[in-house]
T-cell receptor
């Protein structure tokens, strides 16, 4: 089955700095890579995603890059703000013969942005 | 409506109690999921329903019993739980591939914080 490794496990930055979280996946059949942000006491919220036919995607201060050959993808947050503090999970997905995508999560990164 | 609604938000139950968690979505998603999440860990898949039929049971103990009464509702019935079952229980839903052939991200609810005493 799919295995997703995520690094670092904790990341501390000053407000205004950039933050980068990296993930690698094992299954070359995975073709959809979402990123989730989870704030304390809440469920994970989808913040950005990328499909295997795209190398980079940007949405305001967040961007995701994908290197299919190396099987790794990264989340980039620029101009970080204290409200970006949360746990971030990467995930890899493939249909695996089903009519939905089976999600495999990374272990998570606790991001702390200091004012 | 782009939300997954879970009730209750918090639940404390004794080891001999029977309780149920409820999940509802009106996005037309035909796949629905139950996840269990311990503190500082990623969500762990428990069950998947696809078109109201149980598709995946990740070897979950029988004291957890899922039910999908219709395409909008998902329940998780709890009976004789153990203290180690205390966790955040998350429901999620996703669009079926048959809509446009693409996989889409899951929409998660806010979860039920379960404490077993």
């Amino acid at each position: 089955g799919e295995n997703v490794e995520q690094h670092p496990s904790t990341l501390s930055v000053q407000e205004g700095d950039s933050a980068v979280i990296k993930c690698t996946y094992s299954d070359s059949a995975s073709n959809y890579f979402p990123w989730y942000k989870q704030e304390l006491g809440k469920g994970p919220q989808l913040i950005i995603d990328i499909r295997s036919n795209v190398g980079e995607k940007k949405d305001q201060r967040i961007a995701v890059t994908l290197n299919k050959t190396a099987k790794h993808f990264s989340l980039h947050i620029t101009e970080t703000q204290p409200e970006d503090s949360a746990v971030y999970f990467c995930a890899a997905t493939n249909a695996g013969g089903t009519s939905y995508g089976k999600l495999t999560f990374g272990q998570g990164t606790i991001l702390t942005v200091h004012p | 409506d782009t939300e997954v609604t879970q009730t209750p938000k918090h639940l404390v139950m004794g080891m001999t109690n029977k309780k149920s968690l409820k999940c509802e979505q009106h996005m037309g998603h035909r796949a629905m999921y139950w996840y269990k999440q311990k503190a500082k860990k990623p969500p762990e898949l428990m069950f998947v329903y696809s078109y109201e039929k149980l598709s995946i049971n990740e070897s979950v103990p029988s004291r957890f019993s899922p039910e999908c009464p219709n395409s909008s509702l998902l329940n998780l019935h709890l009976h004789a739980l153990q203290p180690e079952d205390s966790a955040l229980y998350l429901c999620a839903s996703s669009q079926d591939l048959s809509v446009d052939g693409e996989i889409y991200g899951y929409t998660f609810g806010s979860g039920t914080r379960l404490t077993v005493v």
